[in-house]
Each structure stands twice: as structure tokens, then as C-alpha cells.
Antibody, heavy 118, light 107 residues
Framework: QLQLQESGPGLVKPSETLSLTCTVS??????????WAWIRQPPGKGLEWIGS???????HYNPSLTSRVTISIDTSQNQFSLNLNSVTAADTAVYYC??????????WGQGILVTVSS | DIQMTQSPSTLSASVGDRVTITCRAS??????LAWYQQKPGKAPNLLMY???SLESGVPSRFSGSGSGTEFTLTISSLQPDDFATYYC?????????FGGGTTVEIK
């Protein structure tokens, strides 16, 4: 059964870099079955797509975040990661890792709350 | 970016009611629309994809329709487990975008 699990620090200081990892089990992330994505949800608010990565290197980022975000893959660990730099309180959110590929929709990890605070 | 607008933002209903949620796209997205259900403290869960295809394991009281710019999610007979927030999402083009959500509350 395919599962995704987020990990990383729950507290990040303003102006620093938020780094999260998603560990995938049940399928190899470089077999071409899915795009691998990060999505976030500020407390009490809606959903914001951050970016998606395909194993061939194709990457799409949200234009509102593209200057601060990098998604990368570690095929040896079957993981993919999110780096978001120069964070502010507005980056406080639950961060989800996810998989998607047409024609179906998004399948989500359980999420991890990251708070930006000094 | 393709903007997704959901209505209403909040809906009060009773068990057994027929409920309809609308999602409008700012441009045509063909049928590349998904619906998700989210309960407090949980990740969203895929209900429908390609506008009208029911995800495996989702009760048949859920149905979706529409194409182009106008879409609906219908719950034929609201059950206690259905009180939650629902989001639509377009995947016709990047950036992927979501509607603002519709919270279905107990009347």
C-alpha cells in the first residue's frame, strides 16, 4: 500500500529555511507513476499548492513561491524534500506531501504542522 | 492562474437532505476537476476526479457533474459522517489551484 509520511522540524525561526522530507513507501518514486508534490494549509484557511516534481526532472512551482522554494528527490532513500527559504509567520501551515497524476486527483500524506516563530 | 470559486462558503443542512456545492473556474478546464472532503485535523480525502468519476471506496451518495467552467458536487442524502469541509481543485494546468472550501454544518 502506497504511503507518504512527512518529517521535519515543527518550529522554524523567521528568515531561516524550512526543510521537510517526505518518505514514500509502497512504490518507487522514480518509476514514473506519479508527480510528487507539496501542498500547504495555514491554520483555519484553504489549500495552497507549492510545487510538483516528476522523476525525469520536470518541476512546476507556484509562481507566488517560486523564488523561495526548491523540491528535490533522493531516489536512494525513496524520499523527496521541500526547502522554503526566508520564511515569515505567513508560512506557518500544515504541510502535506502528496502524489498525483492524471486522470485521478491528489492523494495526501497526513501532514505536518510547521510554525514560524522566534 | 486559473481561479476556482466555490459556493456557498458555508451550508447548514440536516441528515437526509440533498446537498449541492458549486465550483466555477475562471476559464475552461475541460473535466479536469477533483473534489475533496476534509475533516478537522485530517488531510483532505479524494472523493471525485475528472469531474464525475467516483473514487474507489467513496459512497455512491456522492456524485459530481459539469465540464468547462461550471461544476457541482451533490450528496444525495446527507449522513452524519458527511459534515466536513469540501474543496474543489483544477488540474487542467499549473499552478494547481483550489476553491476556497465549503463547510457543511449541522442545521
Amino acid at each position: 500500500q502506497l504511503q507518504l509520511q512527512e518529517s521535519g522540524p515543527g518550529l522554524v525561526k523567521p528568515s531561516e529555511t524550512l526543510s521537510l522530507t517526505c518518505t514514500v513507501s509502497g512504490v518507487s518514486i522514480n518509476n514514473g507513476d506519479y508527480f510528487w508534490a507539496w501542498i500547504r494549509q495555514p491554520p483555519g484557511k484553504g489549500l495552497e499548492w507549492i510545487g510538483s516534481f516528476y522523476y525525469t526532472g520536470i518541476t512546476h512551482y507556484n509562481p507566488s513561491l517560486t523564488s523561495r522554494v526548491t523540491i528535490s528527490i533522493d531516489t536512494s532513500q525513496n524520499q523527496f524534500s521541500l526547502n522554503l527559504n526566508s520564511v515569515t509567520a505567513a508560512d506557518t501551515a500544515v504541510y502535506y506531501c502528496a502524489r498525483h497524476l492524471r486522470p485521478t486527483g491528489i492523494y495526501w500524506g497526513q501532514g505536518i504542522l510547521v510554525t514560524v516563530s522566534s | 492562474d486559473i481561479q476556482m470559486t466555490q459556493s456557498p462558503s458555508t451550508l447548514s443542512a440536516s441528515v437526509g437532505d440533498r446537498v449541492t456545492i458549486t465550483c466555477r473556474a475562471s476559464q475552461s478546464i475541460s473535466s479536469w476537476l477533483a473534489w475533496y472532503q476534509q475533516k478537522p485535523g485530517k488531510a483532505p480525502n479524494l472523493l471525485m476526479y475528472k469531474a464525475s468519476s467516483l473514487e474507489s471506496g467513496v459512497p455512491s451518495r456522492f456524485s459530481g457533474s459539469g465540464s468547462g467552467t461550471e461544476f457541482t458536487l451533490t450528496i444525495s442524502s446527507l449522513q452524519p459522517d458527511d459534515f466536513a469541509t469540501y474543496y474543489c481543485q483544477q488540474y487542467d494546468d499549473y499552478p494547481l489551484t483550489f476553491g476556497g472550501g465549503t463547510t457543511v454544518e449541522i442545521k
